[in-house]
């Protein structure tokens, strides 16, 4: 009996004591919600859609500087990171909205809340000229995690944190992490995949017109949504398929469709938008970019079962139709993109899917859709993407986007 109350005693006495030090030593991630007023200056910009040139900037600018702050503050070692999540217009000017996420033990949380809060009324009170923040106007608060998580969903070109993976090329290329591309989808006829989508709103996903000139009945498609080609997060079922009035398969012009849903998608952290770009964005040659699907590992290869990726730079217009190259046959409603080396490229069932292009806040715009090329990854022939720039009003008469 002796002994048993011994061991009782000294069971009661360790999980006291891992307790107290889960309390006061182990690190817990916290979410919090700032919500500030800039003056004189109007925003209507939701993270759920892609957003002005002059906004981008400014949040840009905003994260900069508080990210700076909290890394030089006594809670650096606490602080994970911040993001603005909307600019929306108020009486007197907008409204900014920030998410910021720090990870600390749970006996510092009352000790932690008004630290970070008197850091973020220093930042506003010493931008007080260059973004007319109104420092009186802070207001802070937890959240849960849950929350933090819908707010994030529902953006568009939010990837799932800490989910790049380094590595190259869909032929013979390296797999990509669960929630690295979560807006890209595999488009099955008759239960196998077929060409690669988009999602850009909850019931639209743009892809390739090629992909359904031959195989046009709606009702033989479904949607699946995820990294594993056939075990999906989620599969939906295909209401409509609209094609570009003037498709043709001769020069693969206008290569470009929508897809509309038979229900909504539900946003989750594995699947989300990427961002529509406006119609005045401008690629650079060189600017990076990702292509991602479930394509051939190599010309007539066989098909992967995890999404691949690979990165690629833009190729001018002009270098992809040179005579050594593709002879001419780029329109200014193609972009090009790869290497001229042929070290990366798309390959076959890669087609509607997404060229993915990041802006200065690592936001996604959907740039190309994999349309056409000669052979995967050959020397002076790179890989041709509809320029979805050309195409921005097209989407937007047929969706409202």
């Not at 944190?161 to 380094?166: D, H, M, P």
Request: hydrophobic letters at 40%.
């Amino acid at each position: 009996m002796t002994i048993l109350i011994f061991l009782g005693t000294m069971a009661i006495l360790g999980i006291t004591i891992g307790l107290l030090v889960h309390f006061l030593a182990v690190g817990k991630i916290y979410y919090y919600q700032g919500n500030f007023h800039i003056s004189g200056v109007t925003y209507n910009d939701s993270c759920e859609k892609a957003v002005s040139e002059a906004s981008t900037n400014l949040s840009k600018d905003i994260e900069t500087k508080i990210s700076t702050a909290f890394q030089n503050s006594r809670v650096y070692k606490e602080y994970i990171n911040s993001q603005v999540m909307k600019l929306l217009p108020n009486p007197s000017g907008s409204s900014v909205q920030l998410q910021l996420t720090f990870k600390f033990p749970p006996a510092k949380k009352n000790s932690m809340k008004p630290e970070i809060e008197a850091i973020l009324h220093q930042i506003l009170k010493d931008n007080m000229a260059s973004w007319n923040a109104v420092p009186t106007s802070l207001k802070f608060i937890e959240i849960s995690e849950a929350h933090a998580e819908m707010l994030t969903n529902n953006c568009c070109g939010r990837q799932l944190a800490n989910s790049i993976t380094s590595g190259n090329r869909i032929v013979n290329g390296k797999k990509a992490a669960g929630g690295a591309w979560p807006w890209q989808a595999s488009m099955q006829w008759k239960g196998q995949h077929y060409c690669g989508a988009s999602l850009i709103s909850s019931r639209w996903l743009l892809s390739a017109a090629h992909c359904f000139a031959k195989k046009n009945n709606s009702e033989d498609w479904t949607v699946n949504f995820g990294t594993v080609v056939n075990k999906p997060y989620m599969t939906r079922k295909v209401q409509n398929i609209i094609f570009h009035e003037n498709y043709s398969k001769a020069g693969v012009h206008d290569d470009i469709a929508l897809v509309q849903l038979a229900e909504e998608v539900s946003f989750t952290k594995y699947v989300r938008t990427i961002c529509l770009p406006e119609a005045k964005m401008n690629l650079s040659e060189n600017d990076s970019v990702v292509v991602t699907g479930w394509g051939t590992l190599y010309m007539n290869g066989p098909l992967p079962v995890i999404l691949r990726q690979a990165f690629l730079k833009i190729i001018d217009n002009k270098v992809c139709n040179a005579p050594h190259a593709l002879s001419g046959l780029v329109t200014d409603t193609m972009l090009c993109a790869g290497f001229m080396s042929g070290e990366a490229d798309a390959c076959q069932n890669d087609s509607g899917g997404p060229l993915a292009y990041p802006n200065s806040r690592n936001i996604w715009h959907l740039v190309g859709i994999v349309s056409w090329g000669e052979g995967c990854g050959k020397k002076n022939k790179p890989g041709v993407y509809t320029r979805v720039t050309a195409y921005r009003d097209w989407i937007t008469s047929k969706t409202g986007l």
